[in-house]
Each structure stands twice: as C-alpha cells, then as structure tokens.
C-alpha cells in the first residue's frame, strides 16, 4: 500500500532534527473544529489563527519544536482524524 506521507518523510528527512516546523491547516470556522486543530500543538507552539475572508473557515498555523520526522507525520496523521480539516 502506498504510504500517503512518504513523499514528505523523503523532504524532511533531508533537514537535521530537532528543529521548527511549521504546521498550516484550514478547518470549518466553528469554535469545535477549531479548538481540536488547536489541540494538536503544545503550548509552546507560536499558534496563529486567521479568520478566512468571509468567516466560514480558520487557518491554524503553528510553528513548533519537533523532535524527529515520525513526530511531523504522527501530528498530521493525528490531524487527518478532524472531519472537514485540510492541510497545506
């Protein structure tokens, strides 16, 4: 089965870890849904959240201190379970 992360684990793996990664992702505009991609980061993340233009969705970006490549890709697995989220 193709592993739909092997093409960004082949890209990070070329970085030194630990280092800062930066996480972006649109969710629905709702205080739920937005309270759950919040969630994914530690407090120690910068997090930003940007309402869209017209209000009906909320990026959430986060730059956060990662240890290696399987802890990226365990938070954006972590991230795929949030109906509605996109990640850029």
Not at 26 to 40: C, F, G, H, R, W
Not at 47 to 62: C, D, E, F, I, N
Not at 65 to 82: F, G, N, P, T
Request: glycine residues 2%; hydrophobic residues 45%; charged residues 25%.
């Amino acid at each position: 089965m193709n592993d739909p992360y092997e093409k960004l684990r082949v890209q990070l793996e070329l970085q030194e870890w630990p280092n800062v990664f930066m996480f972006k992702f649109i969710v629905p505009n709702t205080s739920e849904k937005v309270a759950l991609a919040s969630a994914l980061f530690d407090d120690s993340a910068d997090l930003t959240l940007r309402p869209s233009s017209k209000g009906t969705y909320m990026s959430v970006s986060a730059k956060e201190l990662m240890m290696s490549v399987d802890s990226i890709i365990e938070k954006y697995k972590r991230a795929s379970q949030i109906e509605g989220l996109v990640a850029l």
